[in-house]
């Protein structure tokens, strides 16, 4: 409960990591919004918050509309925002193919939700985050930005874009009490993996293999290090790219 009457925003929250995020948080005893695209409120209503409330609000991060609603809906129901969690992302729906079969409109599309959507809500959150004095942004980038990722270039090139953003936007926050790090998860058997058939047996197995922790990693796996740049315990990291894969990347 060390996070008793904090707010934590969690785009993407509806599903996959981002749920189990989210849950995670309310757990900690943080307030919580979900933004999502769609079964926002459900989420909310299913996760609960033992320590506060969760809200859920249908939101498109790459709508400078929605994003100012979601803030605005936040500060509105708990009058403060503490905790951003750009977990949002096009990634389980993704077309994959050779670097020279992936269209324009592909990479146009990706950078805008991952790149684009993630500064627009950092853009709508920080203002509250400096007036109240600190802040806690955690970024959702991907191993694939640091091995690279064949067949997966444009996600590939946003997850690494997020990790020069983390870190300049580190700098220029840091002497408001905001911090700004990134997580890097691995593949990770979230709902959305498992629904697309995204990883064939064979893919997780060459997963497994290339991991210090040889087994296949979930979402509950993620949680602990979301929690804890979430926390008072991180406050003076800043710019830091957390890798939780078991060991397959080691920085
Ligand atoms: N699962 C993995 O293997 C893995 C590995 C590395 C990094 N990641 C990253 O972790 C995060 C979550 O992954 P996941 O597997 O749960 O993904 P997912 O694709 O299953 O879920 C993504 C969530 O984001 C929401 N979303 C997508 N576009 C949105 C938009 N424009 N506005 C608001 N919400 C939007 C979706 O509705 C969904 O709830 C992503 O940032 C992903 O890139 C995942």
Known sequence: M???GKTAIVTGGAMGLGKAFAKRLAADGANIVIADLRNAEDAAAEIGAPGGRAIGVATDITREEDVALLTEAAMRAFGRIDILVNNAA???RTKEGRFEDIGLDEWQRMLNVNIIGTYLCCRAAVPHMKQQGGGRIIVVSSGTAIKGAAGHIHYATSKAGLIGFTRSLARELGKDGITVNAVAPGLTLSDGVIARGVTSA???ESQRKSRAIPRDEHPEDLVGAVSFLASGDS???????LVVDGGSVMV
């Open 235 to 241: 406050a003076f990291m800043t710019g830091q790219t």
């Open 90 to 92: 096009y990634f389980a």
């Open 2 to 4: 060390g996070l008793m």
């Open 202 to 204: 064979q893919q997780l």
